[in-house]
């Protein structure tokens, strides 16, 4: 299961761009998985590794 940091993140939506199937911003500017994330998507390792602030776990 993959997670985002909220604490962490700083909403620059890099993961959101990288892997859109599986990240989107809320309403709080930062990022979240989304709620029917496929989550064995191939664009979450490199999302992971993009992160700038290493927000997202899985």
Request: proline residues 3%.
């Amino acid at each position: 299961m993959v997670k985002v940091d909220k604490k962490k993140c700083i909403g620059c939506g890099a993961c959101a761009s990288t892997c859109p199937s599986v990240f989107e911003m809320g309403s709080d500017g930062k990022a979240q998985v989304k709620a029917n994330a496929k989550k064995d998507a191939k664009c979450i390792k490199e999302a992971i590794e993009n992160c700038p602030v290493e927000a997202i776990s899985k």
